[in-house]
């Protein structure tokens, strides 16, 4: 991977990282449910899954989890940006999201 293309991926969603962080939980998933969708890369979605799945879960779940997992039910570029991140669930949700996200996996191949 490119350092600057990497870069250039996080420039795009840095400026949303406040909005997830301190802004109604609800909006933020929809809002991280379009810029998936949108996103043209999995660079890009590796930077998503980093700078914004990472921060909504850690941060909101117990108000968004069940909804979250809704969303990325129906978006596998969802998914994919959540393969990336790190969280700190409780174990059961941790699984839960694990298995949704197995068979879309672009945060743990080699490379």
């Given at each position: 991977m490119n350092v600057?293309?990497?870069?250039?991926?996080f420039a795009v969603?840095?400026?949303?990282w406040a909005q997830v962080r301190h802004g109604d939980p609800f909006e933020s998933v929809?809002?991280?449910a379009r810029l998936a969708r949108e996103a043209?890369?999995?660079d890009h979605l590796c930077a998503l899954g980093v700078a914004l799945v990472?921060?909504?879960l850690d941060?909101?779940?117990?108000?968004?989890?069940e909804r979250f997992l809704n969303e990325a039910e129906q978006n596998v570029n969802l998914r994919k940006a959540c393969s990336?991140?790190?969280f700190r669930l409780p174990d059961d949700l941790d699984l839960l999201l694990t298995n949704l996200i197995a068979g879309d996996d672009i945060?743990?191949?080699p490379g």
């Open positions: 600057s293309k990497l870069d250039a991926a969603y840095n400026p949303h929809a809002l991280v043209p890369d999995d990472e921060c909504l941060c909101h779940y117990e108000t968004i989890f990336c991140a790190w945060g743990h191949r």
